[in-house]
């Protein structure tokens, strides 16, 4: 389950983290205008390298704690900064959305290694 799981995130945190780099307009038209273009861009860099190491680790069957430890806190982390700045209004509420996803992650996480 954990291979499977590393691999849906991984490719989810790729393909999210690569739109903003690839096409800046189509996901301001979805998720909201920005001021920062650089912040989107840096945090694009950031989701897709995670997106990265967590579809590699999948590939290799190796599912280590540290593995666990970066699936779980980034899916935490990012949840957490969606659902305070989308219910303060700073951010599109479609990154509610995002947090629900973000959230389900964790649990399946927590879920697979609970049975490992």
Known sequence: MLLKLALVQGCFY???GVWPLLDIDSFQLVT????DLWLV???GVLVTVIGGVLVLAARHRRITSEIVVL???SALGLAGIDL???LSGRISTIYLA???VEIALAVLWAYGRRRS
Do not use: E, L, Q
């Open 14 to 16: 790729v393909a999210t």
């Open 71 to 73: 699936a779980m806190g």
């Open 84 to 86: 305070v700045y989308a």
């Open 41 to 43: 861009r840096t945090v």
């Open 32 to 35: 909201g205008p920005k001021t």
């Open 98 to 100: 995002d947090a629900a």
